[in-house]
């Protein structure tokens, strides 16, 4: 079992940043893949970021451009994400999600993990 604890978000005006956390208890974090994936009301959840096991390989959704990072401290069971330049589109709710994996391998389909947090409210102001 993984425990996730997503922490960070919160209200921040357009062309602001966040930093969201997500703490991690429970089984080995550091064999884990992490991802987050975001929500908004009245649609799909979505992919945002994921990130190996060792750290080494990240990958974003398009519609990130460079605005966020991705990253994780395995000393401190922890995963990050990084947003800057927030617009109102990127409103939503975070989630950070876990996965097991014995392979240097990262996930970008939420289906494919198996531990997810409560997640964290990220509201941008126009």
């Known amino acids: 079992q993984v425990q996730l604890v997503e922490s960070g978000g919160g209200l921040v005006q357009a062309g602001g940043s966040l930093t969201l956390s997500c703490a991690a208890s429970?089984?080995?974090?550091?064999?884990?893949?992490m991802g987050w994936f975001r929500q908004a009301p009245g649609k799909e959840r979505e992919f945002v970021a994921a990130?190996?096991?060792?750290?080494?390989?990240?990958q974003y959704a398009n519609f990130v451009k460079g605005r966020f990072t991705i990253s994780r401290e395995n000393a401190k069971n922890t995963v990050y994400l990084q947003m800057s330049s927030l617009n109102p589109e990127d409103t939503a709710t975070y989630y950070c999600?876990?996965?097991?994996?014995?392979?240097?391998?990262?996930?970008?389909?939420?289906?494919?993990?198996?531990?997810w947090g409560q997640g964290t409210q990220v509201t941008v102001s126009s």
């Open positions: 999600a876990a996965r097991p994996t014995p392979v240097r391998a990262l996930y970008t389909i939420g289906s494919q993990y198996n531990y």
């Open positions: 990130i190996t096991s060792s750290g080494a390989t990240t």
């Open positions: 429970g089984r080995t974090f550091s064999s884990c893949a």
